[in-house]
């Protein structure tokens, strides 16, 4: 059982150049979440898809774009990189339930590095 | 803004003792609280979740919950030197609401010697 996959789990990129980074789940979980993680500020959420088909801001969206590609997929999108970005970032999924308050499950990261 | 703020530490314990790590919110309609634990260069591991006040214990973890004072904490008894790594306190809305969003606290470093 894979859980959350993210790729790559390393990258280095120049400023001002685009990537994508993948994530997906294989626990059928309806939504997903990407944060990004700097040193002494723990996880900060940048986009969530609560369903299949929506996607929403969260905390610290500038500079990302994100796509749902599937039930499985959540894409996250730097379109002009900067140093600012460098960062780790993390997916998480999580069921929904009943409007229960499942807790999420993370991949195990991609550590960002912009030039 | 919704905050949630733990003590960044490093809090040290000597092996076989009790640490205590704690987390308060400021969102009143909180719901849910969970425990996650980040070892160096890995990804959070959930090791505890609570959603009522009281106490839930689980092997050598207690979670203890108190809505009223906004405040839920961790006790790991008996801790070892494998319990040092980062522990997260994250916070979620009212279930229908939140889409399952989480806020987390920066995170308490516990480092426990020999």
């Known amino acids: 059982n894979a859980g959350v996959t993210q790729t790559p789990k390393f990258q280095v990129l120049k400023t001002g150049q685009s990537m994508t980074l993948q994530c997906a789940q294989d626990m059928n979980h309806n939504s997903m979440y990407w944060y990004r993680q700097d040193p002494g500020m723990g996880l900060r959420l940048i986009y969530y898809?609560?369903?299949?088909?929506?996607?929403d801001k969260g905390e610290v969206p500038n500079g990302y774009n994100v796509s749902r590609l599937n039930k499985r997929e959540f894409s996250l999108r730097l379109e002009s990189a900067a140093p600012s970005q460098t960062s780790v970032y993390f997916c998480a999924s999580r069921e929904n339930r009943d409007y229960s308050n499942q807790p999420q499950h993370f991949g195990d990261g991609t550590r960002l590095s912009i030039l | 803004q919704k905050e949630v703020e733990q003590n960044s530490g490093p809090l040290s314990v000597p092996e076989g003792a009790i640490a205590s790590l704690n987390c308060t919110y400021s969102?009143?309609?909180?719901?849910?609280f969970f425990w996650y634990r980040q070892y160096s260069g890995k990804s959070p591991e959930l090791i505890m979740s609570?959603?009522?006040?009281g106490d839930k214990e689980d092997g050598r973890f207690t979670a203890q919950l108190n809505k009223a004072s906004q405040y839920v904490s961790l006790l790991i008894r008996d801790s070892q030197p494998s319990d040092s790594a980062t522990y997260l306190c994250a916070v979620g809305g009212a279930g229908g609401t939140s889409y399952g969003k989480l806020t987390f606290g920066q995170g308490t470093i516990l480092t426990v010697h020999p």
């Open positions: 609570i959603y009522s006040n």
């Open positions: 969102d009143r309609v909180s719901q849910s």
């Open positions: 898809s609560a369903s299949e088909g929506t996607t």
